[in-house]
Nanobody, 121 residues
Framework: QVQLVESGGGLVQAGGSLRLSCAASGRTFSNYVMGWFRQAPGKEREFVAAIRWSITSYADSVKGRFTISSDSAKNTVYLQMNSLKPEDTAVYYC????????????????WGQGTHVTVSS
């Protein structure tokens, strides 16, 4: 059974940092695109970052502040979030898929349950 389990969310002040983790199990994800999406209250889910092998991509809103990385030995993907802003407040989801259209959520096959991030001003 494939599982993606996110952790690391919480409450942080503006300007602070958090590191989210996504532990994958049930299959080998080495050839998968691993993505992070987020959904703020009252808004649609949006792309944040993705990684496949060592190739990374970011939404413009987080470029320069967030870093996605992976540890294949641990089957885990990370999202280091620095210089956090109140507008980063959202539920953050990890996802896995094989499509190169990494910014579209409907191209992902597996999803985690999400982890909440709240950034106070």
């Amino acid at each position: 059974q494939v599982q993606l389990v996110e952790s690391g969310g919480g409450l942080v002040q503006a300007g602070g940092s958090l590191r989210l983790s996504c532990a994958a199990s049930g299959r080998t994800f080495s050839n998968y695109v691993m993505g992070w999406f987020r959904q703020a209250p009252g808004k649609e889910r949006e792309f944040v970052a993705a990684i496949r092998w060592s190739i990374t991509s970011y939404a413009d809103s987080v470029k320069g502040r967030f870093t996605i990385s992976s540890d294949s030995a641990k089957n885990t993907v990370y999202l280091q979030m620095n210089s956090l802003k109140p507008e980063d407040t959202a539920v953050y989801y990890c996802a896995a898929g094989l499509s190169s259209t990494y910014y579209r959520e409907n191209r992902y096959d597996y999803w985690g349950q999400g982890t909440h991030v709240t950034v106070s001003s």
